[in-house]
């Protein structure tokens, strides 16, 4: 991350998490569709949460009309970090998307790439990097461009699983590390911050009014993302976008009359 860019940070507040949950649906429906008429295919890497969950369940919805409409066949899923656990616990974020989306929608399984939870940590870590590697078609030190992540944000200032003062933070050369987390006594499995920033497209999907202070302090305080990890995300395009209830953007700048909202942040 050079010094003197600048980073330009898109925000939209929703009034409640039924209408977040409608707009983060229908961006994965309009990014899916751009990468898909740009590149052929759209790879998307999603992150778990009860937010997103409500945003697959209206994906997966008959209903509604993006179900009929997304491109299915040509979506590879990928996701940004995982518990360790097998894919039937009910800690997996596989699992809360599989019941939520994969099941209801026709992905093939050769489109879904899940994190392998049951394995032993830095084995499930260079397994899926390998996936990565042979997937994207990498050779040497390239890196995967997803054509979109979905981020979620902790009260503490993680995301995916860089977990604030953990070895995962200062990794920049490895696609996929096992992190271990002592203030949760576990390890995590996660994508490295250099591979989000290189995706195409990087937005975080954040609600509730627990999130309020340390969403301000990420997006408009000092840098310190050794203590806030979330700052280490940088999007290679300077542009980064955020989906927000009224609840989680209380402390942010108000908005205009759409809801909208800019912040700049300079390195």
């Known amino acids: 991350m050079r010094a003197g860019r600048k980073l330009l940070i898109n925000y939209y507040v929703e009034p409640d998490t039924t209408a977040l949950a409608r707009r983060a649906a229908k961006y994965f429906f309009e990014m899916a569709n751009e990468a898909v008429e740009a590149y052929g295919r759209a790879r998307i890497a999603i992150s778990g949460g009860s937010t997103p969950k409500a945003a697959f369940a ?11 409409r997304m491109p299915w066949d040509k979506l590879d899923l990928y996701w940004v970090d995982e518990r360790l656990v097998p894919p039937d616990n009910a800690d997996s974020n596989y699992r809360m998307t599989r019941e939520t989306l994969l099941d209801h929608v026709p992905l093939h399984p050769s489109q879904i790439h899940r994190m392998e939870g049951e394995l032993d940590p830095e084995a499930a870590a260079a397994h899926y990097e ?16 997803f054509d979109l992540v979905a981020l979620g944000l902790g009260d503490d200032g993680h995301t995916a699983s860089l977990f604030p003062h953990t070895k995962a933070l200062h990794e920049i050369n490895r696609l996929v590390v096992a992190n271990h987390v002592p203030q949760k006594d576990t390890w995590r499995i996660t994508l490295t911050w250099p591979v989000i920033n290189h995706a195409r497209s990087v937005f975080f999907l954040v609600a509730g009014s627990d999130k309020a202070t340390v969403l301000n302090e990420v997006f408009t305080g000092p840098q310190d993302p050794e203590r806030l990890p979330s700052q280490l995300i940088w999007p290679a395009s300077d542009i980064l976008t955020l989906m927000l209830d009224q609840a989680a953007a209380a ?3 108000t908005t205009g009359e759409e809801g909208c909202g800019v912040l700049e942040r300079e390195r």
Do not use: H, M, T
């Open 58 to 68: 209206l994906l997966a919805d008959p209903a509604e009309p993006w179900r009929s």
């Open 130 to 145: 390998s996936e990565l590697r042979r997937n994207f078609r990498l050779e040497g030190a390239e890196s995967p461009r």
């Open 251 to 253: 402390l942010l700048p």
